[in-house]
């Protein structure tokens, strides 16, 4: 069964603080993996999103690591900023094709940044 | 990058009436749109596919009579939720796509808070 499973759940850091958040993945055949952003009551926008030979990409304060052996994911925020509290949500696709297929999203990560 | 402007941002209904969504694509023309909708401390859940000029793909469980969809040009596409009840409440998104590549960005709408009282 493809799957999208994020952690934690929820965390709380301080501003200035570093954090990484968890994406495992069960999705086969994989094609890339995107990391976004979604504020309360907004829309999803992309920080990253990494093919099946990338390792890690950066946008900013945000890097993005990938594993596709272990199918692992993970997203690091450095010098937190009381802006980056929002839902943090991993999305996986399957698909090779030209078009877009099936995409499996996770349940996010619920980041609170407090001064 | 495509921006996809979607409204309302909100709304409020009664019970039995029926709710317009609109998703437009500003700088791309997308031959495909889909809708999602995404319960409190859920993931998206994709509801349907739909596709410029033809009959949308509505996914399990979804009922089509329900949910219309409308995508009668290469820029707009609407959902209309019929006949609205409590458990209609939720955040609707929808995201361009199709004619893309495979590893090209998605572009979500705001999303549209729907309460029905």
């Known amino acids: 069964k493809n799957q999208v499973e994020q952690s934690p759940q929820s965390l709380i850091i301080l501003e200035g603080k570093n954090c990484t958040l968890q994406?495992?993945?069960?999705?086969?055949?994989?094609?890339?993996l995107r990391w976004y952003k979604q504020d309360t009551g907004r829309g999803p926008v992309s920080l990253t999103i990494?093919?099946?030979?990338?390792n890690t990409k950066s946008n900013g304060r945000y890097t993005a690591t990938l594993d596709a052996d272990t199918k692992q994911s993970s997203l690091h925020i450095t010098a937190s900023q009381l802006s980056d509290s929002a839902s943090y949500i991993c999305?996986?696709?399957?698909?090779?094709?030209?078009?877009?297929?099936?995409?499996?999203f996770g349940r996010g990560t619920q980041l609170t940044v407090w001064p | 990058g495509a921006v996809v402007s979607q409204h309302p941002s909100w709304v409020i209904c009664k019970s039995g009436t029926s709710v317009k969504i609109e998703c437009r694509s500003l700088?791309?023309?997308?031959?495909?749109m889909f809708w999602y909708r995404q319960f409190p401390k859920q993931s998206l859940m994709l509801m349907a596919t739909?596709?410029?000029?033809?009959?949308?793909?509505?996914e399990q469980g979804v009922e089509k009579d329900k949910f219309l969809i409308n995508h009668a040009s290469l820029t707009l596409s609407t959902l209309t939720v019929t006949s609205a009840h409590p458990e209609d409440s939720s955040f609707y998104i929808c995201?361009?796509?199709?004619?893309?590549?495979?590893?090209?960005?998605?572009?979500f709408g705001n999303g549209t808070r729907l309460t029905v009282t």
């Open positions: 999305v996986v696709s399957p698909d090779r094709g030209s078009t877009l297929g099936r995409l499996y």
């Open positions: 994406c495992n993945y069960t999705v086969s055949p994989f094609s890339n």
């Open positions: 990494m093919t099946f030979s990338e």
């Open positions: 700088d791309f023309q997308a031959t495909t």
């Open positions: 739909s596709n410029e000029g033809s009959k949308a793909t509505y």
């Open positions: 995201m361009n796509g199709g004619g893309r590549s495979y590893n090209s960005p998605l572009h």
